[in-house]
């Protein structure tokens, strides 16, 4: 156990850092950066909808059942989004103007990292190999989101270095969820396959409800394309990142 609780701490760890890669867009074109982010969003749909379907979700079913799974992950589904509107969390193609919007974009990211932090703990409680491939999907969905929320607090205001801070801060949250996960495994016996069903369905809200709007604005026939590929290729990562797992 004592090794399961390093890789979790390791990979929140690593989770919390992807917050750090906001800095890369200063001097980035506006028109550069959104080709960019709108690319990193499509494969980051296309590796959540991959590690629901091929990982969590079959995990779930082998531990605990049809009958139990769909159920959880309905609840997943709407656990995600009544915490989204509740918080009123914004993404990357939102329009902020104002301090009080981005602090509750802070706010709403520090919750969802909490709930990243639940999925890579209970992840690796089951199976090293679920647990790696949870912490890549979930590093994948952070990209873009974290380069999109740096983007929206510079632009109401924030410096440079106080918003590299403060979506820090809100991304350390995944270590307490980790933490606050592995303790409970220890309290209350057998809920960790039903934490992964609930979080199979918390992934498909992401990708379906969150990422891939932000691509029905595109209208270029080329770009459709090359969002459709690298949602394609986002799902054969995660696809074959688990075959090869299994061989």
Known sequence: M?????????????????????????????????SILLILVAFAAGSMLGAAFFDLIPEGLENIG??????????????FFIVER???????????EVHPVS?????????????DGVIIAASYLIDFNLGLISTLAIIFHEIPQELGDFAILIKS????????????????MA?????????????????????????AGGFIYIAVADLLPGLHKETDKKKLILHLLFLIMGILFIFYFVRFFEA
Not at 157 to 172: E, I, P, R
């Open 175 to 199: 270590i307490l969820g980790a933490v606050l996960t592995y303790f409970a495994s220890n309290v209350i016996e057998g809920i960790i396959p039903y934490l992964i069903s609930v979080a």
């Open 86 to 96: 509740v918080i009123q969390w914004h993404h990357f193609h939102e329009e902020c």
């Open 2 to 34: 004592v090794n399961v609780l390093v890789y979790i701490f390791l990979s929140v760890l690593l989770v919390s850092v992807v917050s750090l890669i906001g800095v890369t867009i200063l001097g980035l074109s506006k028109k550069l950066f959104e």
């Open 66 to 79: 049809t009958n139990k799974v769909m159920p959880l992950i309905l609840l997943g589904i709407i656990i």
């Open 103 to 115: 602090y509750l974009i802070l706010v709403g990211d520090a919750v969802h990292n909490f709930g």
């Open 157 to 172: 205001g924030f410096s440079k270095a106080k918003a590299l801070l403060y979506n820090f801060l809100s991304a350390v």
